[in-house]
């Protein structure tokens, strides 16, 4: 690779010597040789430029394998290595024969997988009724409580270019991807709006009086969710869409371990207040995806499915993001390394770092909140912070006929 760089350099560099010759005064003869020299020098820099452009995009392939730097602490291993950080209440005790969300979403005319299957495929759905009026509020509850803690809402677009996927650390192509591509275009949908967000500061350097920048992103997100199959995916447990509230933080490098915590609290804050049963869990190596450094999981008690089920996770992506987007941000202290007055005496700019948090996964928090409040009558009573986000609303009852 340096090797073609260092011949193209010296190809351009002979080239830029016969276009100077060519501007002095030349014998009719002079002037022929050197045409005819520039012009073998344009046609072997083409091909060599050519080489190097396949190289260059080659090696970009390779490097977007290679993950981030792991942080000390994350257990080492597989899944079932990760480590519970935290356990929150315990599981609700019911004195009558519980259902699992499916079941209830029936019998009170609240979701239609359905007709969805037939129109759209598997894993799609209706919500109806008061499932609505329950996305609407939980989305709404979240960025109200979030938006207290200095984040600024965002919506952002469903549709970004492969290359902004790529450079956040997903895989746009391949068999087991996440992403849907469009056919005939270089864009993709998005799986999380976290891309979306990562890609509004791309290419350009902040003020450090501006970070941290943190945004709370309202998307509809989209997954394949390729090879996701069997009892425990189903209903709205796994599904190829679905709305989502995405916590993103651009911050200075010594500060992201500081925010992951903040980020995680705010998750276990949100959880606790619908009167959750759950744990946080330190995620293994095995179980992170390129870009995360470390990662915390919420992992939300569902009676009906009989298990516990990720409900959020917290990434501190570090630079991994940022190098590949190009955010960096100017030290506002002047670089002590250099006397001078003026721009020299400027500190080189640095790349931030990026965390992101899911603060509410809209299906998998009604998944939730209709098995953990069913009551025995078949209703479902809404937990109180939510109500006013739903106008007044407290209970989920049957439909009379």
Sequence with gaps: ???????????????????????GKLEPSERQRLIEEGKNLKEGLATLEEDLLKLTDELQQEAQGIPNMTHPDVPIGGEDCSVIRKKVGSPPQFGFQIKDHLQLGKELD?????AAAEVSGSKFYYLKNEAVMLEMGLI?????????????????PEIVRSSVVEKCGFQPRGA?????SIEGSDQCLIG????????????????????????AAFSHCFRTEAGAAGAATRGLYRVHQFSKVEMFVLCRPEESDL???????????????????????????GDLGAPAYRKFDVEAWMPGLERFGEISSASNCTDYQSRRLGIRYRPSEPSSASPKKGKANLAPPRFVHT??????????????????????????TIPEPLRPFMGGLEIIAPKSR
């Design 1 to 23: 690779m340096s090797n073609l760089q260092k011949e193209v350099e010296r190809l351009r560099g002979e080239r830029n010597v016969v276009a100077n010759k060519m501007k």
């Design 110 to 114: 609240l979701f239609d997988f359905d």
């Design 140 to 156: 709404n509850w979240t960025l109200s409580e979030v938006m207290k803690k200095g984040f600024i809402p965002l919506t952002t």
């Design 176 to 180: 087991n991807t996440q992403v849907y």
């Design 192 to 215: 999380t709006a976290e891309i979306p967000v990562g890609g509004i500061h791309m290419d350009s350097i902040l003020a450090e009086s501006l970070l941290p920048l943190k945004y």
């Design 259 to 285: 925010y992951h915590e903040e980020l995680i609290k705010i998750e276990e804050d949100l959880f606790s207040s619908l009167g959750l049963h759950y744990k946080t869990l330190d995620m293994a190596s």
């Design 355 to 380: 965390l992101n948090a899911t603060a509410c996964a809209v299906p998998r928090m009604i998944v939730c909140l209709l098995e953990n409040y069913q009551q025995e009558d078949g209703s479902v």
